[in-house]
């Protein structure tokens, strides 16, 4: 049986945005071996937590949203996009579950920001930079990125410095409680990736899109594949440890 990926729907009030984001993040999961489940934003926590306790482990995709600068003590910037409070609460609901259960966590874009908060980190707000970190919404390539030697990130990806299509305005600034930052901008050492410290939990968190080049790009296939094996093997010790019961 396939492992069960947790995704929350991308936006909780734009549902034109979120069906035309979703569909890219299902089929990357599908393409890497597993069965990708929908997670609703706007239903009781109760009846979420029941959709989350069945599923192997978690993807947080990206957002129009911005995540609420309250949340890590800062003012709000005028570049800050409104916050999307249903969104967050249920990666909430998702990051609690996967820590308590050890399952895997793949955070994309908005998905790192959100780990990065959660784990009491803080984001900056805006990126002021000559590199623009937004066009991978229109080209392959933003820019490069330097991935840190023997990190996770490099035994999946296999190389130190890879190409991305970034696509985001915000980026992790302080990083947060057991995680590392294990890739940068090659440009202007913007934060591009995070992983878990600790060895016997999958936690990897990109700033830009594997979604969307998983037809082209062999790294961004890999980071999929990556996510679905530890699911897998997640999934396995969990079954063994409920039968030893």
């Known amino acids: 049986?396939?492992?069960r990926i947790a995704i929350p729907i991308p936006h909780s009030s734009d549902r034109e945005y979120a069906e035309r984001a979703l569909p890219q993040y299902e089929r990357a999961v599908q393409m890497a071996g597993g069965e990708p489940v929908r997670i609703p934003v706007d239903g009781p926590p109760a009846e979420i937590m029941k959709q989350i306790e069945r599923c192997d482990a978690v993807l947080l995709p990206g957002s129009k949203a911005d995540v609420d600068p309250e949340k890590y003590g800062a003012v709000k910037d005028p570049e800050t996009a409104p916050a999307d409070s249903g969104r967050d609460m249920v990666d909430e609901l998702l990051l609690q579950d996967a820590y308590n259960m050890r399952k895997p966590i793949l955070g994309i874009c908005y998905g790192l920001q959100i780990l990065n908060v959660y784990r009491t980190g803080t984001l900056l707000q805006h990126i002021h930079s000559p590199v623009d970190h937004a066009v991978g919404r229109k080209l392959a390539v933003a820019h490069n990125i330097a991935v840190t030697?023997?990190?996770?990130?490099?035994?999946?990806v296999g190389g130190l410095q890879i190409p991305v299509n970034s696509s985001h305005?915000?980026?992790a600034e302080v990083i947060g409680d057991g995680l590392r930052v294990v890739a940068r901008s090659t440009e202007d050492d913007v934060v591009e990736a995070l992983e878990g410290a600790s060895p016997d939990h999958f936690v990897l968190a990109v700033q830009w899109h594997p979604e969307r080049s998983v037809d082209d790009d062999e790294p961004s296939r890999a980071i999929f594949r990556a996510f679905i094996e530890a699911a897998k093997t997640q999934r396995a010790k969990l079954a063994g440890e409920f039968?030893?019961?």
């Open 243 to 245: 039968e030893a019961l």
């Open 1 to 3: 049986m396939r492992p």
């Open 169 to 171: 305005h915000q980026s």
């Open 149 to 156: 030697p023997k990190s996770k990130l490099e035994e999946i």
